[in-house]
């Protein structure tokens, strides 16, 4: 059997500058078509930075897995523009006017890793608007001096999350619940802003206190409130207010003591007093019931004990006269014999009771 000849040198070159002409030509979906203004090229690569864009660029191809649109004055991003670029990794909308972003503005973004919002006019980041970014791991909101108000949750659902950075905003306070929560963050920008180092928000202190190494210019990240603590870094004054907030009563904490003492006596009074009147009810119930159940004692009046003592008299019963009463009864006593004398004879005591009747 004879082997195939050994590829040429000529035969080599041609494959390869054929393989090296299909890797350079772009995929039929960028071909296709890209946004006035901008430039795009065959890594996936959209380019519309500084273009003085005011409305999100159109006609933008599926595949782009980069879309740069900084430096523009674009007012708001398109859900349902955006969505569509499903294989979008990087996103870069820093230094324009967006003043909202929502859930919906980033529902089918998957895939995408980097989102930058920072120098823009956001004023507040709502419930799980980055929730659908279940690949985000880099976040920048710096440089936004309206946004003052960030919700508990807002990142409670990015566990890939991994450098958050919310510098130079206008925030005062930060509930660090859902972000401690996180297991993959390791960076958080937190300087620039006037932050209040009151006891409401004691968490984040002791955050920056324990955790120092996590955030950036930590040395930056100083007190705007109470005026006592302006200008200390808020690392420093987490243990103080751990100490300070648990220890020390406000005057509403003593009303409330107050308040319950006094409900307290009041409900103590008040079962005192129905289970003095329920006893004495009770009492006056097992009377009457006893009362009730001996009709035969009660019955028996001077008429029934004078027919006893006729029927006692009609058997032969001898009769006691009980002194100081004038009542006479029957006695079931023997009569006794007197002192040194015999006894009645029977004749006798008949003779000397019929001559005394």
Request: hydrophobic share 40%.
């Amino acid at each position: 059997m004879r082997l195939a000849p050994p590829p040429s040198a000529h035969s080599l070159r041609l494959v390869i500058v054929v393989i090296l002409v299909m890797g350079a030509t772009p995929s039929p979906v960028m071909s296709s078509g890209c946004p006035d203004r901008c430039v795009c090229d065959d890594q996936f690569v959209v380019q519309c930075a500084g273009q003085h864009l005011t409305t999100f660029p159109v006609n933008l191809p599926l595949a782009t897995r980069q879309l740069i649109i900084s430096n523009n004055r674009i007012a708001e991003l398109p859900a349902l523009a955006l969505n569509y670029l499903s294989d979008l990794v990087y996103l870069d909308c820093s230094n324009n006017s967006l003043t909202e972003v929502s859930e919906s503005t980033f529902g089918n973004l998957r895939q995408l890793a980097y989102l930058d919002l920072s120098f823009n006019l956001l004023t507040r980041v709502e419930d799980r608007t980055f929730g659908p970014l279940a690949g985000l791991v880099m976040l920048r909101l710096t440089d936004n001096p309206g946004l003052a108000d960030i919700h508990p949750d807002a990142f409670a659902e990015n566990a890939a999350l991994q450098v958050l950075d919310v510098s130079r905003n206008n925030l005062t306070a930060l509930n660090v619940t859902s972000l401690v929560a996180l297991p993959a963050l390791r960076s958080m920008g937190l300087s620039g802003n006037p932050w209040s180092c009151a006891c409401d928000n004691e968490d984040l202190c002791l955050w920056v206190h324990v955790e120092g190494f996590k955030f950036q210019e930590e040395g930056q990240t100083v007190c705007g409130s109470p005026a006592d603590m302006q200008g200390s870094r808020v690392g420093e004054v987490g243990l103080g207010l751990r100490a300070s907030c648990h220890q020390t009563l406000g005057s509403w904490d003593y009303l409330f003591f107050v308040v319950i003492g006094f409900a307290i006596f009041t409900a103590g009074t008040a079962s005192a007093w129905v289970m003095g009147v329920f006893i004495v009810l009770y009492e006056r119930y097992v009377k009457r019931k006893d009362e009730q159940g001996d009709p035969e004692g009660r019955a028996r009046g001077p008429r029934n004990q004078e027919r006893e003592m006729e029927e006692a008299v009609e058997r032969g019963a001898p009769l006691v006269t009980v002194r100081g009463t004038g009542r006479t009864g029957q006695t079931g006593r023997p009569a006794r014999t007197p002192r040194g004398g015999a006894r009645s004879q029977p004749g006798n005591g008949d003779r000397k009771a019929s001559h005394g009747v």
